[in-house]
């Protein structure tokens, strides 16, 4: 292929439990054009495929045309890239196993890469965000109430032998503690994701006699939390102090088997780190190793906009696959 063939547009694809994101995205990460649908609308996966591709052929019409996009990357819950297979995810409509990257490429006639979302925000935060220029790293993503990571090391992301590593939120941190969805008990995810949150919040609240402008709020939210964070709220003060605590503790361990440069912190929980990162830090510098004492281990925020990360990760998911089109 000579220069004057090179593609420079990919599509990226967000599949979240609401709504479907496709993006055109840039090699230098603009976003072009971006359309969604919601997700909820196709129960049945075969209707939703159907509609995916429809999304995607009309997004590249719109853009330069099908034949000009290099490749398309998908992120998605419970997806494994080795297989490019979502496969038994616990809160998107579909059971079972869905072989989406290889549907995909049939109907596409393109090249198309699946994987998980904390694989894919990994990939964008090497390529365009706080991760650049780094080579072992820890993306942790806190999103549709649950907590996930991927570990880059050497510069190459460690997937595992069955594709599975870096479900740090299905770790233990409490043997009798809340029970998780995934059928265990004391799962880290139950503590400090957004759903964590809020039922630290409500057990405080339960404790304690204290007045806390958290009683008032019917539904209770992570953001709710923080909003009385804001106005000086003791209890949702001590939620957010507490969710820091036991999320330095959680970090010292993954910390001190993986010697990362950083471990960074992505996803709806994003906007709450000011009030647990001091405990967090204080915590992890507690239990690390030893040797990794001082800070040698960063903890650090995403820089990329909540709102582009999922896409821009697939960008980078689909600048990753092998280039092929069923029409050269």
């Known amino acids: 292929m000579n220069e004057m063939t090179l593609k420079t547009k990919v599509i990226g694809v967000d599949i979240a439990l609401d709504y479907t994101n496709c993006a055109v995205v840039d090699l230098r990460g603009n976003i072009i054009a971006q359309k969604s649908f919601s997700t909820k609308d196709y129960p049945d996966v ?65 090249s198309v890469a699946v994987a998980n979302d904390c694989h894919a925000s990994a990939l964008g935060e090497l390529a365009f965000g706080t991760a650049h220029g780094m080579t072992d790293f820890v993306v942790m993503t806190f999103k549709n109430g649950g907590v996930g990571s991927c570990i880059f090391t050497n510069g190459y992301p460690h997937l595992g032998a069955d594709g599975f590593a870096g479900e740090i939120g299905h770790t233990c941190v409490d043997v009798d503690g809340r029970l998780c969805g995934c059928g265990h008990r004391g799962c880290l995810e139950r503590y400090v994701s957004v759903v964590g ?39 949702a003060l001590e939620t957010y102090y507490r969710t820091g605590r036991i999320l330095g503790t959680a970090l010292a361990n993954y910390a001190s088997m993986l010697n990362p440069q950083a471990i960074i912190i992505a996803g709806d929980i994003l906007a709450a780190t000011k009030w647990f990162i001091q405990a967090t830090r204080e915590a992890m510098e507690e239990h690390v190793f030893h040797n990794l004492k001082g800070g040698k281990v960063r903890i650090l925020n995403s820089i990329l906009d909540p709102k582009e990360s999922d896409l821009l990760g697939a960008a980078a998911l689909a600048w990753s696959v092998k280039e092929y089109s069923l029409f050269k």
């Open 46 to 110: 075969n209707n939703f495929v159907s509609r995916l591709c429809e999304q995607i052929v009309n997004i590249a019409e719109e853009n330069g045309g099908l034949l000009n996009m290099r490749s398309v990357g998908i992120s998605a819950p419970s997806s494994n890239y080795r297989t490019g297979c979502i496969e038994n995810a616990a809160n998107l409509p579909w059971k079972g196993v869905i072989p989406l990257s290889a549907i995909l490429r049939d109907r596409l006639g393109m």
């Open 197 to 235: 949150v809020v039922q630290t919040a409500r057990e405080l609240m339960a404790q304690s006699d204290k007045p806390s402008l958290m009683r008032n709020i019917h539904d209770l939210t992570a953001p709710a939390v923080t909003l009385c964070c804001e106005k000086g709220d003791e209890l």
